[in-house]
């Protein structure tokens, strides 16, 4: 099926003979190694022609999309004790928690507004809940699509833009290859969320949501890495928990270990 993202032609203008894409997948704070694989891609002198992002993917591209470096990304985070620096409990209607003070500390960190300004095209996908089906956005204000984007059903209140109800972007598709895949010639995937086997239930009802939620990015997760040229899959974070921020540091060297090895092999041939 053919995906037409509204305005990412116009921030691409004529395609260039080589346009690299990078797509960043969901998994919480298993996306923090999304700066390891940027900080590795950097040094490889490899920077994306345009990107996409679902979940904590949205946040690393749009972060990155707006110009900081892999560096200040990592900063913007290092203080952080857990997830109730970014949240706050709601009365359980739609869901446990609100992202207000995410993004609130999101807007305090981008440079620009809208997603027409970012410095490199970007697509940040989420879920229509009201239609079941996946978007990308490439236009309109930034944020409240980041905070849709990352809305975990049941953990999160859905996020409402234009009338539509919104939730993150791993329900359907977790690596939105499919966004940007027409768009360039090379596309690299950066999958955090490779299925841990090991599961201990611990009678937590969030715990119960968030295993349920990660047995439906791993169904949905393949078609889009058979759409990538080339994936770099970080398999050691499997063991970080889906909000142990605390793990900022060992994510971010995985994902740069994880991404020098496959351009180093990218290199050889």
Not at 17 to 39: E, N, P, R, W, Y
Not at 139 to 163: T, Y
Not at 216 to 226: A, V, Y
């Amino acid at each position: 099926m053919a995906w037409k993202i509204d305005g990412i032609l116009e921030r691409l203008g004529i395609l260039k003979d080589s346009t690299t894409g990078m797509a960043f997948s969901g998994g919480g704070a298993k996306g923090f190694s999304h700066i390891g694989v940027l900080k590795a891609f950097e040094q490889f002198d490899i920077r994306p022609d345009v990107i996409s992002g679902v979940s904590a993917g949205a946040i690393a591209a749009a972060l990155y999309g707006a110009g900081l470096t892999p560096d200040e990304m990592a900063e913007c985070f290092a203080e952080a004790s857990g997830i109730g620096d970014f949240t706050e409990w709601a009365i359980p209607k739609q869901g446990f928690m609100r992202l207000t003070r995410f993004a609130k500390l999101l807007e305090s960190w981008l440079p620009v507004r809208n997603l027409e300004d970012m410095k490199i095209p970007t697509v940040i996908c989420a879920t229509d809940l009201d239609h079941g089906k996946s978007v990308g956005w490439s236009k309109g204000e930034l944020v409240p699509r980041v905070i849709a984007s990352c809305s975990i059903p049941i953990i999160f209140h859905p996020v409402k833009i234009n009338g539509v109800n919104y939730v993150d972007g791993g329900v359907l598709r977790n690596l939105p290859a499919w966004a940007i895949r027409q768009y360039c010639t090379t596309l690299y995937g950066s999958n955090c969320s490779p299925m841990r086997k090991e599961y201990e239930h611990t009678g937590s009802i969030i715990d119960v949501a968030y295993r349920t939620f990660h047995l439906m990015m791993k169904s949905n997760t393949p078609q889009d890495l058979r759409l990538c040229d080339h994936v770099i899959e970080v398999e050691s974070v499997t063991s970080i928990k889906t909000f142990d921020l605390k793990s900022l540091r060992k994510a971010v060297t995985a994902g740069y270990d994880a991404a020098s090895r496959v351009l180093e092999k990218l290199q050889e041939t």
